[in-house]
């Protein structure tokens, strides 16, 4: 059974920077591009960017350019998602979904990450 | 980016009842539309993708349709499960959105 395991939550100090791992299981990692979906308390899904596990491309919306790094480790078979100069609004659930050409069939548990003083 | 809107933003609907979501989008994008069902504390699940794709054991009462940059989410019967808000999301270039999401409540 596909499985996308994330690491635990996360409390982090304003300006902070934090990182999210995502580890795919049962099938080939190189195979799909893994996305990050955020979403903040009581709110809707919000895109981030996807990063292709094979060439290590990435790209991500505008909002988060300068902030977002995703990369990968092909050697354990995980992406990692850090997002740096955390303010308030950036507590949320983060998410790592797997793209099959367009839709995200499997979805890791979710991350919270609470940034506060 | 594409917009995505989704309408309404929240639904009451009984037991039994059909519903129908609309998502538009800002440009054409094809069939390059996915719905999603979220329910709380929990990862979104996909029901169907490229507009009418129903996936595999998501039940029958789910149906979408549309092309283009107007496309529906139809739930005939509903049943107590399905309440929970979902999500429209568009795959047409390198560059995703979601709409804003639908909140089905019980009446």
């Known amino acids: 059974q596909v499985q996308l395991v994330q690491s635990g939550s996360e409390v982090k100090n304003p300006g902070a920077s934090v990182r999210v791992s995502c580890r795919p299981s049962?099938?080939?990692?190189?195979?799909?591009?893994i996305h990050w979906v955020r979403q903040a308390p009581g709110q809707g899904l919000e895109w981030m960017g996807w990063?292709?596990?094979?060439?290590?491309?990435?790209k991500s919306t505008q909002k988060f350019q300068g902030r977002v790094t995703m990369t990968r480790d092909t050697s354990i078979s995980t992406v990692y998602m850090e997002l740096s100069r955390l303010t308030s609004d950036d507590t949320a659930v983060y998410y790592c979904?797997?793209?099959?050409?367009?839709?995200?069939?499997?979805w890791g548990q979710g991350t919270l990450v609470t940034v506060s003083s | 980016d594409i917009q995505m809107t989704q309408s309404p933003s929240s639904l009451s609907a009984f037991v039994g009842d059909r519903v129908i979501i609309t998502c538009r989008a800002s440009?054409?994008?094809?069939?390059?539309l996915h719905w999603y069902q979220q329910r709380p504390g929990k990862a979104p699940k996909l029901l169907i993708s490229?507009?009418?794709g129903l996936q595999s054991g998501v039940p029958p009462r789910f149906s979408g349709s549309g092309s283009g940059t107007d496309f529906t989410l139809t739930i005939n019967g509903l049943q107590p499960e399905d309440f929970a808000t979902y999500y429209c999301?568009?795959?047409?270039?390198?560059?995703?959105?979601f709409g804003q999401g639908t909140s089905l409540e019980i009446k």
């Open positions: 999301q568009q795959s047409y270039n390198t560059l995703y959105t």
């Open positions: 490229a507009a009418s």
């Open positions: 440009q054409s994008i094809s069939n390059y």
């Open positions: 979904g797997r793209d099959v050409y367009g839709p995200f069939d499997y």
């Open positions: 049962e099938y080939t990692f190189t195979d799909y591009y």
């Open positions: 990063i292709d596990p094979k060439s290590g491309a990435t």
